[in-house]
């Protein structure tokens, strides 16, 4: 297996190259340079090395989107430390089981979080520290309130006349050697550490930057709106950003539709990286509502004038997400049909991809300019990409190997040898068909797949795609109950605020009837029940399906 280079001589070369350069900021606040970032850096290092923190002890880290996260999680890499990362969204609960079941020996904390935990609830740990401003929240080591107390003096008596390029050091990492444990935050409701080695760091970063890299340059400004504790933002938005020399903008508060569309126009990102929802919200809320109407159905049907107008709608949908992306890259979850349609029928550049947090994440991806309609691209170098199924036209497992392929699950030998086999696949759990060409067709999730009443296989993400497209419905859910299938909807608030409750049972009815009739004859929805409430999400944005079954 071809390994790479060193993952932190990226890192060295990024902050060493762009010295004087922009490098995080978080939101309407403060920017780092990469010079500020290597001071931080190196301060860190001075308080792991005088706190007894060794190599291979773990780090972890909870909290939104930051610089000081950004900069914790380098330090921690570059000193030879393992990071864990945990999601800001989970409970004080899981926070504590995560950092009890890793070990973790220093947990940083981000403002929001540092309300919600229980110190006694992670006897093991030596501190809590505060990442706002890196003071001590909880010390149970003299070592540490001197480090944390002396660390300026400290980093002044090493470098008396000033910190430069030439005093950059970092740990040299090893192909194997375990650099994270990600804590998945899957749909089934269960939580594994996944361990991540350098080499599956390399392989996602040297494949971003050679295929990424020649369109964003050093000194492009990205904004990071998905969380660093999930490897979809962690790698691609974040580490690539930072080792190619882009200047990143944190959204360091609750990232709503509104305030990231206006962060975008403010901060006119070069590459956007994103899960579907927020791409769908942007196009139905600010892009629908100006050309569906009769005026603008006529002209799309004019073919002298057909192809102007849709130059002007793509404008006006690169305008949306700040008009200088060179194209938006779509994972974590399936893009709906009819938005994904709309955009490539303007040549707007948007492409999807596809990856698991075992793959650190990349599995698949294809620029939008060979991007296959329908698909999540072809394997990413590195990687082998099969569908274990007896025909080409029916779905089997998505299986792949190769670099970005975890060590396994921390603790849990059990969970590695069903995920990984003993040739060295890693089985997705994932449905899926590939074309002569090698472009990757996702049909849905194994345990999601329902049986019909005539043994027919059933994916609810195809129904739930087709009903999403529908009048008044935001989001929907297909479940079974009896053998039959219902659909759970959430309705779109600003279409069914003036409604009564007899109107939306009879808006509600006719899209039943009108998705039944556009489905295959096995596939027939009994009826359609409305939720009060949004479904509850991972933070990638999918619906944690296991809370809905009962």
């Known amino acids: 297996m071809k390994t790479g280079s060193s993952f932190n001589l990226y890192l060295y070369q990024a902050i060493t190259r762009n010295w004087n350069a922009d490098a995080l900021t978080d939101y309407q606040g403060a920017t780092l340079q990469y010079h500020d970032v290597a001071r931080k ?75 919600e935990i229980t110190p006694d609830a992670m006897p093991a740990l030596e501190g809590i520290i505060y990442l706002p401003d890196f003071s001590l929240m909880v010390s149970r080591s003299e070592q540490l309130d001197y480090a944390r107390e002396h660390i300026n003096y400290m980093f002044g008596k090493r470098y008396q006349k000033a910190f430069t390029p030439e005093d950059v050091r970092y740990h040299e990492d090893a192909p194997e050697e375990l650099a994270l444990i990600n804590y998945t935050s899957g749909t089934t409701g269960f939580s594994k550490g996944v361990m991540l080695p350098y080499r599956a760091l390399w392989g996602n ?18 904004l990071d709106i998905l969380p660093m504790a999930h490897m979809y933002g962690l790698a691609i938005e974040f580490i690539f950003g930072f080792c190619n020399g882009c200047h990143l903008f944190f959204l360091n508060r609750l990232p709503s539709p509104s305030l990231i569309a206006k962060a975008f126009t403010e901060i006119r990102p070069s590459l956007i990286i994103s899960v579907p929802l927020i791409v769908e919200k942007i196009i139905r ?14 002209l799309l049907a004019m073919p002298v004038v057909s192809k102007r107008v849709k130059e002007k709608i793509c404008e006006q949908v690169h305008a949306a ?49 060979s991007f296959a309609p329908g698909s999540c691209g072809r394997a990413v170098d590195n990687m082998e990409v099969r569908i274990v199924s007896h025909s080409p036209d029916v779905p089997g497992e998505i299986v792949t190997r190769g670099i970005n392929v975890m060590l396994g699950y921390y603790k ?37 797949m329902l049986l019909g009443s005539d043994g027919q296989n059933i994916y609810p993400e195809e129904i739930e795609d087709k009903l999403n497209s529908m009048p008044m419905v935001a989001e929907s859910l297909i479940v079974q109950r009896d053998g039959k299938l219902v659909a759970l909807v959430y309705p779109d608030q600003d279409e069914v605020s003036e409604l009564t409750d007899a109107e939306k049972e009879a808006v509600m009815d006719q899209n039943r009837v009108n998705l039944n009739d556009s489905m295959p004859g096995y596939i027939r929805i009994n009826r359609i029940e ?8 991972t933070p990638k944005k999918s619906i944690k399906r296991y809370l809905y079954q009962a």
């Not at 809320?285 to 006529?298: A, D, E, H, S, Y």
């Not at 086999?421 to 990757?440: F, K, V």
């Not at 409305?530 to 999400?537: N, T």
């Open 205 to 222: 970063l040297d494949f971003c930057l050679r295929h990424l890299g020649a369109h964003v340059k050093a000194g492009d400004s990205m």
């Open 412 to 448: 849990n030998p059990e969970a590695t040898a069903e995920a990984i086999d003993a040739e060295g696949w890693y089985h997705t759990g994932d449905l899926g068909t590939m074309d002569a060409n090698g472009n990757i067709y996702i049909r849905g999730r194994i345990k999601n």
């Open 41 to 115: 850096i190196e301060k860190i290092h001075i308080l792991f090395e005088n706190c007894g923190v060794g190599k291979g002890d773990k780090i972890a880290i909870c909290g939104r989107n930051s610089a000081n996260w950004a900069v914790t999680f380098l330090a921690t890499l570059t000193y030879g430390a393992v990071v864990v990362p945990i999601l800001h969204e989970f409970n004080a609960e899981q926070v504590h089981n995560i950092v009890n079941h890793s070990e973790s020996k220093l947990l940083f904390v981000g403002d929001f979080v540092a309300k």
């Open 285 to 298: 809320k600010r892009v629908f509502p100006t050309i569906q109407n009769n005026r603008m159905r006529l």
């Open 530 to 537: 409305m939720v009060d409430e949004e479904f509850q999400k």
């Open 321 to 369: 997400f700040g008009g200088q992306a060179y194209q938006i890259v779509v994972g974590g979850a399936a893009l709906s049909k009819e938005i994904e349609q709309f955009l490539v029928s303007i040549g707007f550049p948007i492409t999807v991809g596809y990856g698991a947090t075992e793959c650190a994440p990349l599995i698949s991806f294809s620029d939008w300019k």
